[in-house]
Structures are given as C-alpha cells and as structure tokens.
C-alpha cells in the first residue's frame, strides 16, 4: 500500500493531484472570475465541465473534486448583500449533474462529489449515488458534508443547524443506513436475468434492512442493483477532533487545509493515528491538503501572473467566505485586529489553524486572512516555474506525509492549463508523478486493492 520511492537520499510517495471545483463562479478566489481569462462563468454550461474533464485526465489527476454549499455566505455583515454582490460561491448550482457528462468524454478521471447529511433522507440519496456509479462505471466518490452554513438550515426550515458534534453523531447513523443499503442489501448474484423462467432478480437474495434508529427509519431494501463499488469511495474533509473520529471510521480519501507545513503535518499525523486507533492501516486514506499553484515557463512570468491576479483579488469577497467558514462576522473586526480565541460552529478546524499560525508565527490580523485567503482560500499558494513549483511540493510530501494536493484554481481552465504544462511534466520526469492510470474503479486507482470496500473498513461489516 505504501508506494513511497527514492529521489535522491529523501524519501517521498508518489504525488497525487485532485482538481477542486465547484458548480459556481470564482470557487475559493473571490474577485478572481473578473479576470478576462477566467471562464468560470461557464459554470453553467455543459462544455465547460467536459472540456475541464478532458483536460485533468490528461494531466493524470486522481479525480475531479466538486464542492458545493445548500445556502449562502451571510454570516459577514449578518445579510446576503455581500456574498450576492461578490458571486462569493452564490450563484451555484448542483454538483452531481454534471458528472454523467464528464464520465462520457474520459474513461479513468475520478470524480468526487459533495452531498451534506443535514438535509436530504438517505434513502432517495442512496439511489442517487449507485446510478452516478453504474453511470461513471465506478468512478464515483462521495465527500460526506455535515453543513456548517446556517442560512442552509434557515431555508430547510430549521432555526440553525445542530451543533458541531451533533451534526457528526447524525451523520455517523446517516453512513449506517447508506451502508446496508449498498453492501447489505442484494447479494451480488440477485440479479439473474433469465429470459427463460421471466426472472429478472431472485427474490430471495434481496434483504430488507430493517433500520431503526434515533434519526432514521429505514426498513426496506435498497431499491437499486448494485453498482461496480456498491458503495462509492467515501471522501470526508472536517479536520476537527469529531471530524477526525468520523474520517478515520469512514473515509477513503480525506481533505485537508492547513495554512502552514507545520500545521498541515501535525494534522496529518492525528488523521494517520486515529486511522491506525480505528483498526485500520495508516495509509488507508489519501490525505491531499488544499494548495492554489500559480507557475509559468520561468519564475518571473510566475510571478507577474501572480501579481496581475491579486489585481483582481476580492478581499471583501474573501472575508465572505472566511466569516462562513469560521462561523463568526468578520465585518466587525478592524483589520489590523488580532484573531483572538473565538468558538465556531462552523469549520472548527479553520478557526483554530488560524490561531495556531497567530501563536506559531506573530500575529495574524483580521486583514491578513483577507489577504491569505483572497486567492485559493483556506489552502496556500505557491508561485514558481515547473521546477520550483515541482520542488515545493516534494518538499511539502517529504516533510508532512500528505499523499497529495487538491488544487483550487486562481482562474479556469488556466490555472489547471499550466500545472499540466509546466508542473507535471516536471514531477513524472522525477518519477514522483504517475504517468498512467491504474485500471478499475475510482477505488482500486486510488489503493489498489480491488473495486469494493475492503475488510477492514466500518461499511464492509454490513456486507450480505
């Protein structure tokens, strides 16, 4: 499982590329879908998504990695004025429709799609799920989300969203009742399809569930065959104490963002031991920590490109979605205020990488996150030719046991246009970057180890 090589006397795995999107404009850069070549604004347009697909597959990415939000950013100044005014992830629209389209043009790109517990009953969503899977032939995989955003709650009809480990606890029996579904459910041979006896599915290798629980009742069968994972690679992204428990219980591939390497290798380190502590291998989940490259043929074009976006940059926009994230107004803080000790029941984790990187590195100001995050978000952002780009990223691997990145565009198609370029190219000739897919489904590319959930994991346990 472990694919780790040499490169000189440093020892470093394989690297591995998510793209991170959203069915929206400017997705983690506000400000940036100014830009006269930024075509996020085709969001909703078919051939933006299949000629973005295209384009990853060729550059060898794991996968296609599709955010998504059921409410908008108006936590800052307390309204939706800003978010509107700033297209700040508003307006968005469904991240799993436009996946059939993107499986249709490749035949290996992964795509991962995210779906929160909050708000949508398991049972119509399982169906979902396994008809993207039969549709992508075993591409899919599922970033499970909690919500953090209280506007989503508001218009579900609810006065806020539960609280942060509340919100786990439902999402854990959530996971439980998809699980029967998918694995417990039909039997892999329940379909038979004999023309001649005019069965088409043995009745009696399809099993009711039965499920009984504190959020969910759930008695009957899964009402879809199974597809090539049966349960599609489970993705997860919280990186707080509770986050941490589910993932380590559940996920096949887990999303970080930390703003230093510091910060990002203690985090990857409690997700390798909460693994291990659940019974599982350490390297049982691809970790990617989010990062914004901006690269060009030498390093001086990088960074006029670089500063020609942050010409662009919104860092009001910024602020917006930092004030969701963080679940706290940031509209009222003076920007030269220090991030003081605040509780979120948002995105705990990026409350409190903040105010390890105050405590690690002086202080950082209210303005600070506006200018940190204004491009790429809660993730940093690098700028070099291919082979500083190249470089820094070894050395991220290297020093922090990150399997790989998940890569937030400044502006699309380019940002992702100039990593396969000038970055890519660079890291195969290393030897630290695949050069083809592996077969199978999303799963076996990512670990190896065949189409279904393995042993080990929590979801096997509920296999007919």
Not at 41 to 66: C, H, M, P, S, V
Not at 353 to 368: I, L, P, S, Y
Request: hydrophobic share 35%; net charge negative.
């Amino acid at each position: 499982m472990d694919d780790r090589s040499k490169r000189g006397s440093t020892v470093t795995r394989q690297i591995r590329f998510n793209a991170f999107d959203m069915n929206c404009v400017a997705h983690q850069s506000s400000g940036l879908w100014r830009h006269p070549q930024d075509q996020s604004r085709r969001y909703n347009e078919l051939t933006y998504w299949t000629e973005l697909a295209k384009l990853l597959e060729r550059g060898r990415f794991d996968g296609i990695f599709i955010a998504d939000v059921l409410g908008t950013y108006d936590v800052y100044g307390g309204s939706n004025e800003a978010p509107i005014k700033h297209g700040a992830q508003v307006p968005v629209a469904d991240p799993l429709l436009v996946v059939p389209a993107m499986a249709y043009v490749t035949e290996h790109l992964g795509f991962g799609v995210t779906a929160g517990t909050a708000y949508e009953h398991p049972y119509p969503f399982a169906r979902r799920m396994t008809t993207l899977d039969h549709l992508t032939n075993g591409r899919v995989g599922w970033n499970v989300v909690t919500g953090y955003l209280p506007s989503a709650a508001r218009n579900m009809g609810h006065d806020d969203q539960m609280e942060h480990d509340e919100r786990y606890a439902h999402a854990d029996e959530y996971l439980e009742v998809l699980y029967k579904l998918w694995e417990g459910s039909w039997e892999d041979d329940a379909v038979v399809v004999d023309r001649e006896s005019g069965v088409f599915t043995d009745p009696s290798k399809v099993h009711d569930i039965n499920h009984e629980g504190k959020y969910f009742t759930v008695p009957g069968i899964h009402i879809s065959e199974p597809s090539p994972q049966r349960t599609p690679v489970i993705f997860q992204a919280g990186a707080s104490p509770r986050g941490i428990d589910f993932a380590a219980n559940n996920a096949e591939a887990i999303f970080v963002a930390s703003p230093t390497k510091e910060i990002l290798k203690a985090t990857v380190g409690r997700i390798r031991d909460a693994l291990e502590a659940a019974g599982r291998d350490r390297y049982s989940a691809r970790i990617y920590t989010l990062l914004t490259v901006i690269t060009d043929a030498t390093p001086e074009k990088a960074r006029a490109k670089h500063a020609e976006y942050l010409s662009y940059a919104s860092e009001e926009g910024a602020l917006v979605f930092m004030s969701g994230w963080m679940g706290i107004d940031l509209s009222q803080y003076d920007l030269n205020e220090p991030v003081g000790n605040v509780k979120s029941n948002a995105i705990q984790s990026a409350v409190s990488n903040f105010q390890q990187a105050n405590a690690e590195g002086g202080e950082w100001t209210v303005g600070d996150i506006a200018r940190h995050s204004a491009i790429g978000g809660l993730g940093p952002t690098i700028v070099g030719s291919g082979e500083e780009i190249a470089d820094q990223l070894q050395e991220w691997v290297d020093y922090t046991d990150v399997d790989g990145f998940n890569l937030a565009y400044a502006v699309t198609p380019g940002t992702f246009e100039d990593i396969v370029e000038h970055v890519i190219p660079v890291l195969q000739a290393r030897g630290v970057y695949p050069t083809e897919y592996a077969e199978g489904t999303l799963r076996n590319k990512l670990h190896g180890r065949g189409d279904r959930l393995p042993a080990e994991h929590k979801g096997a346990s509920f296999k007919v």
